[in-house]
């Protein structure tokens, strides 16, 4: 529980003091359980301090709000409104120095230096992981690293961050570290700095955890999506998902399937290709099946590279994990619209052959799904020699019972998009009067 925002909301309610601290007292107590004196003086401290931040007028503590909650709006739910949100924030970011650059919504970033490619990556741990740090830790390891050799790059080494609410195990942070270094050793990539704070400090309390890992890697060969072209294959590897299948596994009563996630398949059918540098010169873009399923990555691609990609249905279903499979089906749950963690290989016709034949050497299966052609920027699913679009839904698949319900009270795209829109104008304006109140040295406060 955010302890800071509960004042804030209280106080924006016109409840009174006595009122406040009487409700801070009785949610740390549920959690916390420790001394009523200790209690009553720590709800009485994160009221001062709370309100002493609630009528700040300076333009640097303000921001103007979009009027618009994360969850109202699916940001991080790899559906249209995350996809949104993230254009949103390639805005804010503007033109770069990158070869490939967030506007570009690929894989991870990339910066020329010395006639070699830097490339960066960071996934986030997957949030209804926080009570099985290993298993967060272990497919979020997993995720930056694809993300890294998707761009045809090696990867170097790894870096992580951990924040755990103020009542967490510390025990959590041990669990997650070895789930990060037991994809790291197995893989060769060191994991070399990283970051380990409390959520919120002591103004959040219970024990949640969250956490993303990064990646740099180095490349000679880019295959970002751009690269993609009409006349193309696209070629995709088996898939047994990662932390969201895992998610999904675990809150629906099928543990078991966990284990069908415990694997490094991707990593090794990307090393391959990498040992073979005549093969991958051919390849033209790759990429993890991730980003709202099949449906988002496709999507996506299909607009970064400008052209048309069509997708056979019926040549993707098998190459699902069967025990995953199985669990989606039961779940109805729309397998192509959930992270697979399969690999997606767009490449030139006359090279499809030595690549599958690369992979298959490994015992990965890959086959052909689909092609590129030229037209306008759009996905499409094909069966039975009839086409339909092929797009992400608002949210991924809902893979989870609570999902499922926050599914079914969706609220107005259009009229939540108006205030994402001026919320970010504003932002691209406050960074720019910031950029030239540094950059005038005889500037005095910032306004």
């Given at each position: 529980m955010d302890l800071e925002g509960y004042v804030h909301r209280s106080v924006r309610s016109h409840k009174s003091r006595e009122e406040i601290i009487a409700g801070l007292i009785q949610s740390?107590?549920?959690?916390?359980?420790?001394?009523?004196t200790y209690i009553r003086e720590l709800a009485e401290a994160v009221y001062e301090e709370a309100v002493l931040t609630g009528?700040?007028?300076?333009?640097?503590?303000?921001?103007?709000?979009?009027?618009?909650?994360?969850?109202?709006?699916?940001v991080g739910s790899r559906g249209t409104g995350d996809f949104y949100a993230h254009k949103k924030i390639a805005e804010i970011i503007g033109k770069t120095g990158a070869c490939v650059g967030v506007d570009q919504m690929d894989d991870g970033g990339v910066v020329e230096e010395h006639g070699n490619?830097?490339?960066?990556?960071?996934?986030?741990?997957?949030?209804?992981?926080?009570d099985f740090p290993f298993l967060a830790a272990f497919h979020v390891t997993r995720a930056t690293l694809r993300d890294c050799y998707v761009m045809g790059a090696r990867p170097v080494m790894l870096f992580s961050d951990i924040h755990a609410a103020d009542d967490a195990d510390v025990a959590k942070i041990f669990d997650y570290t070895a789930g990060i270094v037991a994809i790291s050793e197995v893989t060769g990539v060191p994991l070399v700095s990283g970051s380990t704070l409390r959520i919120g400090g002591d103004m959040v309390i219970g024990d949640r955890m969250t956490g993303c890992v990064g990646c740099v890697g180095v490349a000679e060969h880019l295959?970002?999506?751009?690269?993609?072209?009409?006349?193309?294959?696209?070629?995709?590897?088996?898939?047994?998902?990662?932390?969201?299948?895992?998610?999904?596994?675990?809150?629906?009563?099928?543990?078991?399937?966990?284990?069908?996630?415990?694997?490094?398949r991707f990593l090794t059918a990307c090393k391959t290709l990498l040992e073979n540098p005549q093969i991958l010169q051919e390849i033209h873009a790759m990429t993890d099946v991730t980003n709202g399923g099949l449906r988002g990555d496709i999507y996506e691609m299909a607009?970064?590279?400008?052209?048309?990609?069509?997708?056979?249905?019926?040549?993707?279903?098998?190459?699902?994990d069967p025990a995953v499979s199985a669990m989606l089906n039961r779940l109805q749950i729309d397998p192509l619209g959930v992270s697979l963690d399969a690999l997606l290989i767009v490449v030139p016709g006359k090279a499809a052959e030595s690549v599958m034949s690369c992979i298959q050497k490994t015992g990965i299966t890959i086959r052909e799904i689909g092609y590129v052609e030229e037209g306008e920027s759009e996905a499409l699913l094909e069966k039975d020699k009839k086409r339909r679009p092929f797009i992400p839904e608002f949210r991924e698949s809902a893979y989870t019972p609570v999902k499922?319900?926050?599914?079914?009270?969706?609220?107005?795209?259009?009229?939540?998009?108006?205030?994402?829109?001026?919320?970010?104008?504003?932002?691209?304006?406050?960074?720019?009067?910031?950029?030239?109140?540094?950059?005038?040295?005889?500037?005095?406060?910032?306004?």
């Open positions: 740390i107590r549920s959690i916390k359980r420790e001394d009523p009528n700040l007028e300076d333009p640097i503590f303000r921001y103007q709000p979009a009027g618009v909650s994360m969850g109202d709006f699916g490619y830097i490339v960066c990556t960071v996934d986030g741990m997957h949030s209804r992981l926080s295959t970002s999506r751009k690269q993609a072209r009409p006349g193309d294959l696209i070629l995709m590897t088996e898939g047994s998902g990662g932390g969201t299948i895992a998610t999904t596994a675990i809150y629906s009563g099928s543990p078991e399937v966990v284990q069908a996630t415990l694997n490094i607009r970064t590279a400008q052209c048309r990609m069509i997708i056979r249905e019926d040549t993707v279903h098998d190459l699902i499922r319900v926050v599914d079914q009270y969706r609220k107005d795209f259009s009229v939540m998009q108006k205030g994402i829109d001026s919320a970010a104008l504003s932002a691209i304006e406050k960074k720019n009067q910031m950029i030239r109140h540094l950059s005038n040295s005889s500037a005095g406060s910032f306004a």
